[in-house]
């Protein structure tokens, strides 16, 4: 074989398979030299960890010192979003030896979600069929969205605008069955503190705060462990730097988000190192637009300002 790789994390719609290979050492000495054990490789929701029952494989191997994994998946029916490129290798019990997670964002603006498979589904004795006011579910449903894989984003705003009652509590249950299989109700009440939580927190006379970039980052992946608080600083605008030790597979993750307006409480999104986030190295000009010139900003000349401490804040955050 000719191994080339495929440098980008991002596959438009013109590739349709996903190849992969991977190395497992050390398998001789767990489980054990010659001892058979299993390869698992699929793919799973970036967002909310759900593994994808149409993209998965396996492989038994006989543990020796290295071990081969080389396999490809047809990404066709793959609909656009964040995922997760998994492989683990378990025991003979199942128990979990290893597992590597890789990030990728697939586009298929071709799929979406089929109504037929929800539309089907009985409701009248769930927590969904409870609830009977159109307007509450439609704001439930609209306050998904920060979890909400692309295709049911899509679903969402499309489907169910002017929507009849049934069918919007059916696709409410189907959402949190889909999470936990057990216990939809009570994820759905998890859930919906932290919607409360951030509503309290970061809404503004036009939006909730659920729809806003800090609230929907917070209801995406938790309260942040650090949260640094800037509205005053000179000669920028007002900015807060959150950081979260542990993101899903990730670590030290930090997020910037700013105010232009100064006065709405609508702080977006410039800067954030974490997978799948926007990414934008001139974050600094965007805080030191409002006292250098323009000719400064498209030429990237920051400006040393006494006070100022976000580029300090960003790399430590306190």
């Known amino acids: 074989y000719d191994l080339v790789p495929y440098v980008a994390n991002y596959y438009p719609e013109r590739i349709n398979k996903i190849s992969f290979y991977a190395e497992i050492y050390n398998a001789k000495k767990i489980p054990g030299e010659n001892e058979n054990f299993l390869v698992n490789y699929y793919i799973e929701s970036f967002e909310s960890g759900v593994?994808?029952?149409?993209?998965?494989?396996?492989?038994?191997?006989?543990?020796?010192?290295?071990?081969?994994?080389?396999?490809?998946?047809?990404?066709?029916?793959?609909?656009?979003?964040?995922y997760n490129l998994v492989v683990e290798a378990r025991d003979k019990t199942n128990a979990l030896l290893v597992k590597k997670k890789t990030f990728f964002q697939r586009k298929n603006s071709i799929l979406q979600m089929d109504v037929s498979d929800i539309s089907v589904l009985n409701v009248d004795n769930s927590f969904a069929g409870k609830i009977n006011n159109k307007d509450s579910l439609a704001d439930f449903i609209k306050s998904l969205r920060p979890i909400s894989e692309e295709v049911e984003k899509v679903f969402a705003e499309n489907q169910l605008k002017g929507a009849d009652l049934k069918l919007m509590q059916q696709y409410f249950h189907h959402f949190w069955s889909k999470r936990s299989l057990t216990n939809p109700e009570g994820t759905w009440v998890q859930y919906n503190m932290q919607v409360q939580k951030?509503?309290?927190?970061?809404?503004?006379?036009?939006?909730?705060?659920?729809?806003?970039?800090?609230?929907?980052?917070?209801?995406?992946?938790?309260?942040?462990?650090?949260?640094?608080?800037?509205?005053?600083e000179p000669d920028v605008y007002s900015y807060e730097i959150w950081q979260y030790y542990k993101l899903k597979d990730q670590t030290n993750k930090k997020f910037i988000f700013y105010d232009?307006?100064?006065?709405?409480?609508?702080?977006?999104?410039?800067?954030?190192?974490?997978?799948?986030?926007?990414?934008?190295?001139?974050?600094?000009?965007?805080?030191?637009?409002?006292?250098?010139?323009?000719?400064?900003?498209?030429?990237?000349?920051t400006i040393n300002h006494f006070g100022g401490y976000y580029d300090e804040n960003f790399k430590s955050p306190k």
């Open 51 to 82: 593994r994808l029952a149409k993209f998965n494989g396996f492989k038994k191997h006989t543990a020796t010192s290295i071990s081969i994994v080389l396999a490809e998946f047809s990404i066709q029916e793959l609909p656009s979003g964040n």
């Open 198 to 232: 951030v509503n309290k927190l970061f809404s503004t006379q036009v939006y909730k705060g659920y729809e806003t970039d800090r609230g929907r980052v917070w209801l995406q992946y938790g309260e942040p462990e650090n949260r640094n608080q800037s509205p005053l």
């Open 260 to 301: 232009p307006s100064g006065a709405s409480n609508n702080y977006i999104l410039i800067h954030s190192d974490a997978k799948g986030e926007y990414f934008d190295s001139r974050w600094q000009l965007k805080l030191q637009r409002r006292s250098i010139h323009s000719s400064d900003f498209d030429q990237e000349k």
